[in-house]
């Protein structure tokens, strides 16, 4: 038996900008802004990529900090990010579509000390998924399914 939790969404293109995105129980639109094509009905996939890497330092933060008997007041986490769209929209065959760089900025109310939060965050960033897909090559498998709509 695997000890390996499996998450999944199941998203449904409502336009060429917009997706129905469904998580357990859970809705949300991940759309683009006027300037990319979109409606502006909801974030856009970069966006909810660093929302969700955000959430899950979250998560991990409180998570050790619990194991180890840190007292965190609050948490404030800022992440902004830098895309060339030149790949994206097909005129440079050269650069990354996706960041070149992520920036995390941390506001951390603690009684710790410095160095105890630093051994904190070096160790959230070690247990944080999201922090792991974003900074190592995950196998993605592809496969595809040809339906036809029956009227």
Same mark, same amino acid.
């Given at each position: 038996?695997?000890?390996? $939790? *499996? /998450?999944? #969404?199941? =998203? &449904?293109?409502?336009?060429?900008?917009?997706?129905?995105? &469904?998580?357990?129980? /859970?809705?949300? !639109?991940?759309?683009?802004?006027?300037?990319?094509?979109?409606?502006?009905?909801?974030? *856009?996939?970069?966006?909810? $990529? %660093?929302?969700?890497?955000? =959430?899950? %330092?979250?998560?991990? /933060?409180? %998570?050790?900090?619990?194991?180890?008997?840190?007292? #965190?007041?609050? $948490? !404030? @986490? *800022? !992440?902004?990010?830098?895309?060339?769209?030149?790949? $994206?929209? =097909?005129?440079? &065959? #050269?650069?990354?579509? =996706? /960041?070149h760089n992520i920036n995390v900025q941390l506001d951390i109310d603690s009684d710790a000390p410095?160095?105890? @939060?630093?051994? %904190? !965050?070096? &160790?959230?960033?070690?247990?944080?998924?999201?922090?792991?897909?974003?900074?190592?090559?995950?196998? #993605? *498998?592809?496969?595809?399914?040809n339906s036809v709509l029956l009227t």
């Amino acid at each position: 038996m695997s000890n390996n $939790l *499996n /998450f999944s #969404i199941q =998203g &449904k293109s409502l336009s060429p900008t917009k997706l129905d995105v &469904k998580a357990r129980q /859970f809705s949300f !639109i991940v759309d683009e802004p006027p300037l990319l094509g979109g409606s502006d009905e909801g974030a *856009n996939p970069v966006e909810y $990529l %660093l929302g969700s890497y955000a =959430g899950c %330092l979250n998560v991990v /933060f409180y %998570l050790i900090a619990r194991e180890e008997g840190i007292n #965190i007041n609050s $948490l !404030i @986490i *800022n !992440i902004d990010g830098n895309i060339d769209p030149s790949k $994206l929209f =097909g005129t440079s &065959k #050269i650069n990354r579509a =996706g /960041f070149h760089n992520i920036n995390v900025q941390l506001d951390i109310d603690s009684d710790a000390p410095d160095f105890v @939060i630093t051994e %904190l !965050i070096s &160790k959230v960033k070690d247990r944080c998924p999201v922090n792991d897909n974003l900074s190592n090559i995950t196998q #993605i *498998n592809y496969s595809v399914t040809n339906s036809v709509l029956l009227t």
